[in-house]
């Protein structure tokens, strides 16, 4: 039997998100907006959602008056990918 895709990284947004913090240290908000074509409404939400779930830390600050947001992946967010793989990976070779 299948075990189940994780369902918070089975968005796709989310599933894009990680998918850039896996290659960089960190990434800003801006960047990720760009690079996943979403709102920034959208963005920040599932960003919130990651957080909550201990996968990304996001840091808030201000450089001169405008706002910057930071986004990095942690330990809990990496084991996640991980696993989400592992299991995609059994999906797939059960075709």
Known sequence: ??????????????????????SVDEADFVYLKEQTNATAGNLSVQLDKLSEAGYIEVEKSFVGKKPRTV????????????????VLKEYLSGI
Request: glycine share 2%; aromatic share 2%; charged share 20%.
């Open 1 to 22: 039997m299948l075990k189940e895709l994780n369902p918070l990284l089975h968005s796709q947004l989310r599933l894009a998100v990680m998918s850039i913090l896996l």
């Open 71 to 86: 986004c990095r992946m942690t330990s809990t967010g990496r084991e996640a990918m991980a696993e989400y793989v592992e």
